[in-house]
């Protein structure tokens, strides 16, 4: 192919993904004929390792005060939210374009969810095979949730001059032109494109959009998201021969999402708790870190570590009902417990 390409001077040779890809059209081509019983076999193959389809540039991920950058003012609120998509959702760039406002159900809890089926144009997804069970419901960080209603309330409206239906495209590409009344989605061109503009307004160097992806995913497994748990948010594989056997529930999967920090610093799980959930929270805290002190028979811990319920979550209640089972004849086989039991001061009874 590279001397088929016509002579330029200072140009640069087919980067290997383009080769690659240009091998793999041609050599389907011929698969094809094959098939059709027009040859009979394919001319176009080459030995194994010939042609390298991985990706050899590395990518990096973003700062997070780059993230911040790249999804605040005065960046448009178009990109604004299309950069969202991709940080805070993981998305991969047909797949943020895709998306329309139907797709997003704030039902669910305690996250909204967002349907991932299409990419650009309503194709399938990019390994989803045609078939409807690669799709997957990837929940709504509560910072893409905030940047979300400000778009379908008043901004949507501002840009594009009319509100919003459920059947547009989240983010529609502006056109010079409009002679009904449709939008169409990003091309992978000009969302690369806008992106690369954007990064320069707001001095962020710009690597990829594929990297926006990069640093959701890195930030969550940072934060102590699990592999296995993310991964059924941010990718449509297959998976290995347990996944099929697995149904993961909601709740798990809004964990590894929370893991994503919010603006503040502070986990997300935290943000979402009322008022009156965190200070029941706090009083469980001053109990489990009192009665870990505890000792058992032998001098063994009776509870184990002490734990928090930034550490444990809901698996805390479990705690709280061990506790209330277990206490009572715990102190009674407990020789020292007199010296260690529970403060009164600062500790309410748990109702």
């Known amino acids: 192919m590279q001397s088929l390409r016509p002579p330029c001077p200072g140009a640069c040779a087919h980067a290997p993904k383009s080769v690659a890809n240009l091998f793999g059209i041609v050599h389907g ?38 993230v911040h950058r790249l999804t605040s003012e005065p960046v448009p609120w178009d990109q604004l939210v299309l950069n969202a ?11 943020a374009c895709g998306r329309r406002f139907l797709h997003w159900d704030r039902k669910p809890k305690p996250l909204g969810s967002l349907l991932v089926n299409t990419q650009f144009d309503d194709r399938p997804l990019k390994t989803s095979n045609h078939q409807k069970d690669r799709v997957r419901n990837v929940p709504v960080h509560p910072e893409l949730e905030r940047i979300l209603d400000a ?22 590409r502006r056109l010079r032109r409009r002679t009904k009344d449709t939008y169409t989605n990003h091309t992978n061109s000009t969302a690369g494109k806008s992106f690369n503009a954007t990064c ?53 999967l809004c964990k590894a999402v929370m893991a994503f920090p919010m603006r503040n610093g502070k986990p997300a799980l ?26 058992g028979p032998g001098g063994t811990p009776a509870l184990g570590e002490p734990k928090s319920w930034a550490q444990t979550g809901p698996d805390l209640r ?34």
């Open 29 to 66: 081509c011929f698969q094809q004929a094959v098939y059709e019983a027009i040859l009979s076999a394919n001319p176009c193959v080459l030995p194994p390792g010939t042609i390298s389809t991985k990706v050899t540039t590395p990518r990096y991920p973003y700062s997070l005060e780059e």
């Open 318 to 351: 479990a705690d709280c009902k061990y506790l209330s089972a277990n206490l009572s004849a715990h102190l009674q086989t407990t020789e020292n417990y007199r010296e260690k039991q529970v403060p009164e001061k600062g500790v309410e009874p748990l109702t």
């Open 270 to 295: 935290e943000q979402l708790e009322d008022p009156q959930q965190r200070a029941l929270h706090a009083k469980l805290d001053v109990v489990l870190q009192a009665l870990g002190g505890l000792q």
């Open 85 to 95: 998509l991709r940080f805070y959702a993981g998305l991969r760039e047909g797949e």
């Open 200 to 252: 320069l307004l707001v001095d962020v160097t710009p690597h990829t959009e594929h990297a926006a992806r990069h640093t959701m995913i890195s930030e969550c497994r940072n934060n102590g998201a699990p592999e296995d748990v993310l991964e059924q948010v941010t990718h449509n594989k297959k998976g290995t021969i347990v996944d099929a056997y697995t149904l993961w529930k909601w709740e798990p």
């Open 151 to 172: 778009w379908w309330n008043e901004h949507f409206e501002t840009i594009y001059g009319r509100k919003p239906k459920r059947e547009n495209f989240i983010v529609p």
